[in-house]
């Protein structure tokens, strides 16, 4: 795809922050404001380091597994350095581990990023052998989630903290939230504020609320055995389980491919009764899926874009891809840019807000790769090239108001700039 010499420049000045935000085994989402080591953020930060150095992208994924919690989890932070400049710090989260970590997970994206890296491996041996090295705690992680968020054998699965969906502030946590108590949370000084504008960023009424349950857990001895029904806040994302799915698939399909049967036939097994049960979170109304509030019992009714990535995991039939991609265009008619992270027209949807309507790169990949996928290619073509536009007018931020582009957040942002170099490589989507 890289044809210009526009690109060219494009695809060196993305590569030139992955190497700033480089902590050597590791990288920083972004300086001052995301100072460690992030799940999910690291996972597609690989996928960027790929195209510079194979042995560094997979050191990333070696050093965020060296982290995995004994029962399978793979936590959401890693605390490699003291840093005062990000709240709540290990302090707060007390989860006793030896290099500290927070106690909850996030999106697992792992398991596709892992096929990625082997697929697309120059140096097919050595990443076959590190993918063999680590598919098994892939698994571990994957057989944590079903056994641990979906103790009912639903087929899907639940986070338990706004933080775990990776779409921290959504509308779709509005409702569910509002159950979550604040007494007692204390006072707290939060340091996101202190690096961005506090109207890009989650409300105080949340973040109390996040500490809440970040307390609350801490109280159970962050023992995943007891959180689930213990949590007052547990909602099924059809966004998180699709990225599951897609991992699981991946994980199967490379097991098989490196003569682990074992591993494949489990992988395969989970991802049946999760395809069925993602169906019935449909909205035929909205055109896409809808969260379900686990604990209440009911659909949540908001039109974000975690119910339109069941495209990353091919979920449904051609029908339903075909209704996803119409719902992505009739959100785009009424804004600039694709894909913002909230139906425009619903009212509550906010152009600056963090995962309240924002563009976000990284959700733009995953939906044009399942776009393609499902062979919508005009459609994805689209996504991508709203997405490069992003970022040639407006650099390498964390997110993008979708009305005029401006950026968002932090700057200089390291998984916004792995994306860009996957758009931009020939490999790329
Ligand atoms: C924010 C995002 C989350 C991301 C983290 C680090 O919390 O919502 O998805 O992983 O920042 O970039």
Same mark, same amino acid.
């Given at each position: 795809?890289? %044809? $210009?010499?526009?690109?060219?420049?494009?695809?060196?000045?993305?590569?030139?922050?992955?190497?700033?935000? @480089?902590?050597?085994?590791?990288?920083?989402?972004?300086?001052?404001? !995301?100072?460690?080591?992030?799940?999910?953020?690291?996972?597609?930060?690989?996928? +960027?380091?790929?195209?510079?150095?194979?042995?560094?992208?997979?050191?990333?994924?070696? &050093?965020?597994?060296?982290?995995?919690?004994?029962?399978?989890?793979?936590?959401?932070?890693?605390?490699?350095?003291?840093?005062?400049? *990000?709240?709540?710090?290990?302090?707060?989260?007390?989860?006793?581990?030896?290099?500290?970590?927070?106690?909850?997970?996030?999106?697992?994206?792992? =398991?596709?990023?892992?096929?990625?890296?082997?697929?697309?491996?120059?140096?097919?041996?050595?990443?076959?052998?590190?993918?063999?090295?680590?598919?098994?705690?892939?698994?571990?992680?994957?057989?944590?989630?079903?056994?641990?968020?979906?103790?009912?054998? &639903?087929?899907?699965?639940?986070?338990?903290?706004?933080?775990?969906? =990776?779409?921290?502030? $959504?509308?779709?946590?509005?409702?569910?939230?509002?159950?979550?108590?604040?007494?007692?949370?204390?006072? *707290?000084?939060?340091?996101?504020?202190? #690096?961005?504008?506090?109207?890009?960023?989650?409300?105080?009424?949340?973040?109390?609320? !996040?500490?809440?349950?970040?307390?609350?857990?801490?109280?159970?001895?962050?023992?995943?055995?007891?959180?689930?029904?213990?949590?007052?806040?547990?909602?099924? @994302?059809?966004?998180?389980?699709?990225?599951?799915?897609?991992?699981?698939?991946?994980?199967?399909?490379?097991?098989? +491919?490196? =003569?682990?049967?074992?591993?494949?036939?489990?992988?395969?097994?989970?991802?049946?009764?999760?395809?069925?049960?993602?169906?019935?979170?449909? %909205?035929? %109304? #909205?055109?896409?899926?809808?969260?379900?509030?686990?604990?209440?019992?009911?659909?949540?009714? /908001?039109? $974000?874009?975690?119910?339109?990535?069941?495209?990353?995991?091919?979920?449904?039939?051609?029908?339903?891809?075909?209704?996803?991609?119409?719902?992505?265009?009739?959100?785009?008619?009424?804004?600039? *840019?694709?894909?913002? $992270?909230?139906?425009?027209?619903?009212?509550?949807?906010?152009?600056?807000?963090?995962?309240?309507?924002?563009?976000?790169?990284?959700?733009?990949?995953?939906?044009?790769?399942?776009?393609?996928?499902?062979?919508?290619?005009? #459609?994805?073509?689209?996504?991508?090239?709203?997405?490069?536009?992003?970022?040639?007018? /407006?650099?390498?931020?964390? *997110? !993008?108001?979708?009305?005029?582009?401006?950026?968002?957040?932090?700057?200089?942002?390291?998984?916004?700039?792995?994306?860009?170099?996957?758009?931009?490589?020939?490999?790329?989507?």
């Amino acid at each position: 795809m890289m %044809s $210009s010499p526009s690109d060219r420049s494009l695809f060196d000045a993305a590569a030139a922050i992955l190497r700033e935000n @480089d902590r050597g085994t590791y990288t920083v989402p972004a300086k001052g404001l !995301y100072p460690f080591q992030w799940n999910w953020d690291s996972c597609l930060t690989a996928l +960027g380091e790929r195209h510079l150095d194979e042995r560094r992208a997979w050191l990333e994924i070696e &050093t965020l597994l060296a982290h995995q919690w004994p029962d399978g989890m793979v936590p959401h932070i890693v605390f490699h350095a003291t840093d005062e400049g *990000y709240f709540p710090g290990p302090a707060v989260w007390a989860t006793g581990r030896a290099t500290p970590t927070s106690g909850i997970t996030q999106p697992p994206v792992l =398991g596709f990023v892992l096929q990625r890296l082997c697929a697309e491996a120059q140096d097919r041996a050595f990443a076959q052998n590190r993918a063999r090295a680590l598919m098994p705690k892939v698994a571990a992680w994957h057989r944590w989630f079903y056994a641990n968020r979906d103790p009912k054998r &639903t087929g899907l699965v639940a986070i338990l903290h706004p933080w775990e969906s =990776g779409r921290d502030n $959504s509308i779709d946590w509005d409702a569910p939230l509002a159950a979550v108590p604040t007494e007692g949370v204390g006072e *707290y000084r939060r340091r996101d504020t202190q #690096h961005v504008d506090p109207a890009q960023r989650p409300t105080k009424g949340e973040y109390d609320r !996040y500490l809440w349950l970040v307390q609350h857990f801490r109280g159970l001895d962050w023992d995943n055995a007891k959180l689930h029904d213990a949590s007052p806040f547990r909602v099924v @994302d059809p966004g998180f389980n699709a990225i599951l799915i897609r991992s699981e698939e991946a994980l199967g399909e490379l097991a098989e +491919g490196l =003569g682990e049967p074992a591993i494949a036939a489990a992988a395969r097994e989970r991802t049946v009764a999760a395809r069925a049960a993602l169906e019935m979170l449909w %909205s035929e %109304s #909205h055109g896409q899926y809808l969260c379900f509030d686990r604990v209440t019992g009911k659909r949540i009714d /908001s039109p $974000s874009v975690g119910g339109l990535l069941p495209l990353f995991a091919n979920v449904g039939d051609a029908e339903r891809s075909a209704r996803l991609a119409a719902t992505i265009r009739s959100w785009r008619s009424r804004t600039a *840019y694709g894909v913002p $992270s909230h139906s425009p027209a619903d009212p509550r949807f906010e152009r600056k807000r963090y995962w309240r309507g924002p563009c976000w790169l990284i959700v733009n990949y995953m939906i044009a790769d399942g776009l393609s996928r499902s062979g919508l290619k005009e #459609h994805a073509a689209e996504v991508v090239a709203h997405s490069l536009a992003l970022i040639r007018h /407006s650099g390498f931020a964390e *997110y !993008y108001d979708p009305l005029d582009g401006t950026p968002l957040g932090g700057r200089r942002f390291t998984w916004t700039a792995a994306m860009a170099m996957e758009f931009l490589a020939p490999a790329g989507v």
